[in-house]
């Protein structure tokens, strides 16, 4: 039996606006995830998905609960968690590498070596002496996507790395990432409002309703890799989702 890897307990977030307003954006979260686990994280805009990605990064406080990684607490940001954002986030006036080393040089080490082997991972060993500037949209999240990845972390945090790209070069994106995920069996939670793209990734996809900050539903996925966007098993978990969502009230 796989072994837990990440534990959310009770968790819940208020935000306190400046006019003193209170926002509940995350409402009593409990989640268990399984180590080498493809866990997706859907709902519409401002449901508390990148709250929630946030406060498991450490970037974030959560206002009650627990988040344990291994079993135990979680204290701050940590080289066992690679985060990857929806902008890239990239420093313009470094190359390539020098974006991807850059996680890696608090902890020293062979920083030019790992780094080539992260680009590597995502395709993009030729590009290495480029600038941001110089590369597409897919190919700067890919860059995202080799930083993540420098300190080989156990965990990937994901929110919603590929909503700005055209539709090729997100299902280019999402097979690899299905590679680095067999080759190194990492733990993913991967934030996105696309059930398609929940359903090709997911072993398992967490519903969460649109505005009130909480899990509605959790949906496992047993289909077998790769998987076909137009077969009728596929369509038959993307409709059972829109329902538990509450799209297709009419069927
Ligand atoms: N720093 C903050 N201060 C105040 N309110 C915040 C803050 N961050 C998030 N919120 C609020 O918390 C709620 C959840 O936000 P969050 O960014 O987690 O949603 P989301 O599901 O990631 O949305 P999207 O799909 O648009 O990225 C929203 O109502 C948002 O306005
Ligand atoms: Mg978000």
């Keep these: 039996m796989r072994s837990t890897k990440l534990e959310v307990r009770e968790l819940s977030k208020v935000f306190r606006t400046v006019e003193g307003r209170e926002i509940l954006?995350?409402?009593?979260?409990?989640?268990?995830?399984?180590?080498?686990?493809?866990?997706?994280?859907?709902?519409?805009?401002?449901?508390?998905?990148?709250?929630?990605?946030?406060?498991?990064?450490?970037?974030?406080?959560?206002?009650a609960g627990d988040v344990l990684i291994n079993g135990r607490p979680l204290t701050g940001p940590g080289p066992d968690r690679g985060m990857v954002f929806q902008?890239?986030?990239?420093?313009?006036?470094?190359?390539?590498?020098?974006?991807?080393?850059?996680?890696?040089e608090v902890k020293g080490g062979p920083k030019t070596a790992r780094a080539q082997e992260c680009l590597s991972m995502v395709g993009l060993e030729?590009?290495?002496?480029?600038?941001?500037?110089?590369?597409?949209?897919?190919m700067k999240q890919r860059v995202g996507i080799a930083r993540a990845l420098a300190n080989d972390?156990?965990?990937?945090?994901?929110?919603?790395?590929?909503a700005s790209v055209d539709a090729q070069t997100r299902s280019d994106l999402q097979a690899m990432l299905l590679t680095i995920w067999w080759g190194t069996r990492?733990?993913?939670l991967f934030v996105t409002h696309s059930v398609e793209e929940a359903v090709y990734l997911a072993d398992r996809v967490i519903l969460m309703g649109s505005g009130s900050g909480h899990i509605i539903d959790t949906v496992s996925v047993d289909l077998p890799r790769p998987r076909?966007?137009?077969?009728p098993e596929f369509n038959d978990v993307r409709r059972d989702i829109l329902k538990r969502l509450g799209f297709l009230t009419g069927e």
């Design 228 to 231: 076909y966007r137009v077969s």
């Design 153 to 162: 972390p156990a965990i990937l945090l994901m929110d919603e790395p590929f």
């Design 25 to 63: 954006a995350l409402k009593d979260i409990n989640l268990e995830v399984l180590d080498g686990e493809l866990l997706c994280i859907l709902g519409s805009s401002g449901c508390g998905k990148s709250t929630l990605l946030r406060i498991v990064a450490g970037l974030e406080q959560p206002s």
């Design 87 to 104: 902008e890239h986030l990239l420093f313009p006036w470094r190359t390539v590498r020098q974006n991807v080393e850059y996680g890696l």
């Design 186 to 188: 990492k733990t993913i």
């Design 126 to 138: 030729n590009s290495s002496e480029q600038y941001p500037k110089e590369l597409s949209g897919g």
